[in-house]
């Protein structure tokens, strides 16, 4: 099983990659150790950030590249005056 880095993954599918359980995949979300983006009433989560719970020595600066991005795109998305 190959973990692309810019594909959405369910956290199903990532309690797969991780073998936790789904209270523990819900914790883990709750409390930010895996950053997930809501989508309607559903969690997506970037292969990316399962890479970095897999492998954290090699996620480097993926994380703040990550958050850069996705402030970049909230703020852009930003329509107040």
């Not at 956290?11 to 997930?36: D, F, H, N």
């Amino acid at each position: 099983m190959k973990i692309e880095e810019d594909l959405l993954y369910t956290p199903k599918e990532v309690q797969a990659y991780l073998k936790v359980s789904s209270s523990t995949m819900t914790r883990m979300i709750k409390k930010g150790l895996i950053l997930a983006a809501r989508v309607g009433k559903q969690y997506r989560i970037r292969g990316a950030e399962i890479l970095i719970c897999l492998t954290p020595e090699l996620a480097g600066n993926l994380r703040e590249k990550y958050r850069k991005a996705r402030e970049w795109v909230y703020d852009a998305t930003d329509t107040t005056c």
